[in-house]
Every structure is written in C-alpha cells, then in structure tokens.
C-alpha cells in the first residue's frame, strides 16, 4: 500500500514538471521561472526548499540525541537566516535583475570574481543535493527493507529526471504541493505521539529539564558562537532560495517573499523540536541515526497513517534536493558555460542546464555514498567556502570599499581559512575564524588597492 501510494505521488509530481517543461523554452524559464511568481509562490517555495530532509530526518536525531541544545541550527539558526536574506539580501539582488548569486559578483567586482564564486559556491549545493537524496533513500529504505546505497541510486534517478524536466517553474508549483503535505504528516505523527504519551501535559512533564538547555556540555564560548555562525551566517548568501527570490515579479514581492517564508519555517520547525524532546520517553524501538525518524513513526502509526507521514518525509525531500541540483545547474550554466561561449543562444543554453542538472545529480550521489550522516553534509555544506561570498556580498552591498581583488583575496581566504581550520587542525570555531579571516583579507587588499 505505501510503496503503491508513493508511486502514485511521484508519478503526479512527474507529471507536473512534465507539464512545467512545456511552459519552459529558455534557461530564464528554466532556472527562475520566467520571474513570474507572486509573494506566496516564493515564500512557500522558499520554506519548502529550505525545510529539507535534515530539518525532519537529521535535526529530529540530533535533539533526541543532545536535547534543545542539537536545535540551534535547525529550526532557529536557520529561520534566521530566511530572516535576514529576506531584509538585506532578496530586494537588492531581485531590483538588480540577476539570474544567479555570481552574477553579482560580475557586476560589482569584474569578471574573474564571478568565475571564483561560482567555482566556490557549486560545491555547497553538491553538498546540499548528497545529503537530501541520503535523507530520501534512508526513507526509502524503511518502507521497502531494501539496502540504503540501492535507493540512494534510484533516489538519484528518480531526482534527476523529476528536476530534468519541469525547472524552477515546476519545482515551485511542487513545492506549494509539499509543503502542505508535509505539515499535515507532521500534524499527525506528533498528535500521535502526545497522545501514546497521556496527552499534552503528560508529553511536556516527560522532558528532562536537563535536556532544555541551549548550550551543550562542555562547549567553550567560541564553539557556542560557531554553532549559531553555520547556519545563520553559513547559509545567508545560498543561491538555492536566492532563485526563488530572482524569480519573484518584484523586489518587494521577493523581500515579502522571504518575510512570509522565514515565518513559516520556524513555526513549522518546532514540530520536529518536539519529536526530538518527547520522543525518547516512549518505550518504542526506533533506529539509530537517520532513521530515528521514520522507523519511530513506522512503529507509532496505523498503516494508513505512516502513508501520509511518509509522503510528507519524501516531499520534504524532493522539494529541497531538486532546488540544490537546479543551483548547480544554474551557477555553471549563467556563469561558467555562457561565459565561455558568449555566442551561446537561450535554446543552447537550456539544453546545457538540464545537462549540467544531470551530470550534478550523479555527482551528489558520489557525495552521498561517502559514508557521511545527513547532518554532517549539511555542516560541511553550510561552512564549506561561504565565509568569502558573504563577505563580499554584503560589503559589495552596503560599502564603496573593495573591488575585484578585495572579492577574490575574500573568497579564496575564507575557502583556504575553513579547510584548514575544519580539515587539518581540527581547531574549535573554525567558521567563525574564516569569516574573520576573508574580512581581513578584503578590507587589506581594498585599502592597499585604493594607495596605490
């Protein structure tokens, strides 16, 4: 019955961005959807992309697992972020008429910053792709028993194609879709759980007060602070929500856009806070890890019930990880390929984009199969060459200061900052570090520029 019920849904999500393809005849429909959505088409799409298979799968594991302490990134860091990207980031670029994040760099810094930040900015949504399609095939793999590396590749597969096809268009009017079937899948899961728990007031009184603490054991201040740095300031300058807003028909239809979605990822992000709270004092097995979730919910609900908590876990999935793959598609279509072929026309430049779509796909499955958890890749994602983009966006935004090789000392500052903070000394705050890191470099390289 779920396997049939699952078929049937992405069967309709097919046919939609089928329907969407025939609506798309250049990379501007394609990648930001002919800038023709309204404030509600961008902030539930917005809220859709960013809800991903780590808010529900990952971040409910790490609460059971560490109690509010494990929720600073996801749902609060996060909402803030959505945040502050509506307020300082969505008008100003949508005003401007960009198809993608390089493009800024282009127009303020010169040609070869563009070049450097799209090659920074690819691999974060490879990152972002490899952990979504990890969160589909550890779903996947609970309702069919199968091995999770056999539906990690027809979680690929069934990606590839579902995003090939409709671009952002259709991905935006999917989201809406998911985004109501996942809240109501949550709705059900958790008045499931409150009630197998003796109702509201039973379920609170089974939280340890230990468990309600935001700061983890042990944590030094720099740590503390590099834990809210991630993902409010990791992730300020994404090019996946950033699509949505360049799509929207206005730059104040964009700012509201995000307004409305930041909103609504924070009130629904505390359903899975409350997963992670009360679900270990139900006597249930459950599994380890990433399927925490799913085998708990497996267990708690009816049949019938675990069908529409599943559809609700895939659509969570699929409306972030085809959001990540068109990025890629995007950075390396607009910034790389039409820049080395200048003479490129829109019909070229389509067929490159669903190309590079495909060839991302296969890529984030190589990711993925590493062996990382859902919540690891995401971290890498959202630290991994970001310090520098922020910085120059921002400082390209609101300051005079800083040209292009201000921009370019930023973003190989911060790349090299973080690699070898995270990667080789293993030194606690190390995004933090690279933040403060790629400023430097900046604002020496524009001072030294503007003596000479």
Known sequence: MLIAALAAYVALQIGISWWAARRTASDTDYLIAGRRLGVFAVGLSVFATWFGGETVLGSTA???????????????????????????????????????????????????????????????????????????????????????????????????????????????????????????????????????????????????????????????????????????????????????????????????????????YLAVGLIPLAFGLIAPALQISHGDGDLFLPTLARELLPSALFVIFAGALFSAVLSTVDSALLAVSALATENLYRRARPQSGARERLIAARTITALAGLTALTIALSGESIYGLVEIASSFGSAGILVCVLAGLYLRLGGEFAALAALVTGLVTVLLADWVFVIPGGFMLSIAAAAVAYAATALIAQTR
């Open 62 to 264: 790490t609460i059971a697992d560490e109690g509010l302490a494990g929720a600073r990134a996801e749902p609060f860091g996060y909402a803030l972020t959505l945040l502050f990207m509506a307020l300082l980031i969505a008008g100003q670029f949508r005003k401007r008429g960009y198809m993608t994040l390089a493009d800024f760099f282009r127009d303020r810094f010169g040609r070869r910053s563009e070049f450097a930040a799209a090659l920074v900015a690819i691999p974060t949504s490879l990152l972002w792709s490899a952990a979504q399609l990890l969160a589909m095939a550890s779903l996947l793999a609970v309702v069919t028993g199968l091995p999770v590396a056999l539906m990690l590749v027809a979680a690929t597969a069934l990606v590839i194609v579902y995003t090939l096809l409709g671009g952002l268009l259709g991905d935006v009017i999917t989201d809406m879709l998911q985004g109501s079937i996942l809240l109501i899948g949550l709705i059900v899961l958790l008045v499931v759980m409150v009630a197998t728990l003796g109702g509201p007031s039973a379920a609170i009184a089974s939280i340890d007060p230990e468990r309600l603490r935001l700061v983890g054991p042990g944590e030094s201040w720099i740590e503390r602070i590099d834990v809210w740095m991630i993902p409010v300031l990791g992730s300020l300058v994404a090019q996946e929500p950033i699509a949505r807003f360049l799509g929207a028909k206005s730059a104040r239809t964009a700012r509201n856009g995000g307004l409305l979605a930041a909103g609504i």
